[in-house]
């Protein structure tokens, strides 16, 4: 059982920043894929972004591309999404998954291809 526990949101103004963390527990996290969802209210659970593979292979959403990064510290069990530039639109609730199984480039942008789930953190950027 991996357990996920995500920081970091809050309330920030258009074009404003904030970095979200997401500290997973066990032993060998740095095998894990990992990735950052949201889904705002009424509509599906996206991905954001996804690290995966011993290079650190990542891919984004095009909405988010250039603006935000997803990064990891293995030493501290922990990913990170940086988010610049943060539009309105950004407005969701985040969700930070890791799967213990290697994912290719489709299954890292799929909930399905995650086991298990943070609790999710709200991102609110007013106008």
């Known amino acids: 059982q991996v357990q996920l526990v995500e920081s970091g949101g809050g309330l920030v103004q258009a074009g404003g920043s904030l970095r979200l963390s997401c500290t997973a527990s066990?032993?060998?996290?740095?095998?894990?894929?990992m990735g950052w969802f949201r889904q705002a209210p009424g509509e599906e659970r996206e991905v954001v972004a996804a690290i995966r593979g011993s290079r650190g292979t990542t891919n984004y959403v095009d909405s988010v591309e250039g603006r935000f990064t997803i990064s990891r510290d293995n030493a501290k069990n922990t990913v990170y999404l940086q988010m610049n530039s943060l539009k309105p639109e950004d407005t969701a609730v985040y969700y930070c998954?890791?799967?213990?199984?290697?994912?290719?480039?489709?299954?890292?942008?799929?909930?399905?291809?995650?086991?298990?789930w943070g609790q999710g953190t709200q991102v609110t950027v007013s106008p």
């Open positions: 066990g032993r060998t996290f740095s095998n894990y894929a």
């Open positions: 998954a890791a799967s213990r199984t290697l994912l290719g480039s489709s299954s890292s942008r799929q909930p399905g291809g995650y086991a298990y």
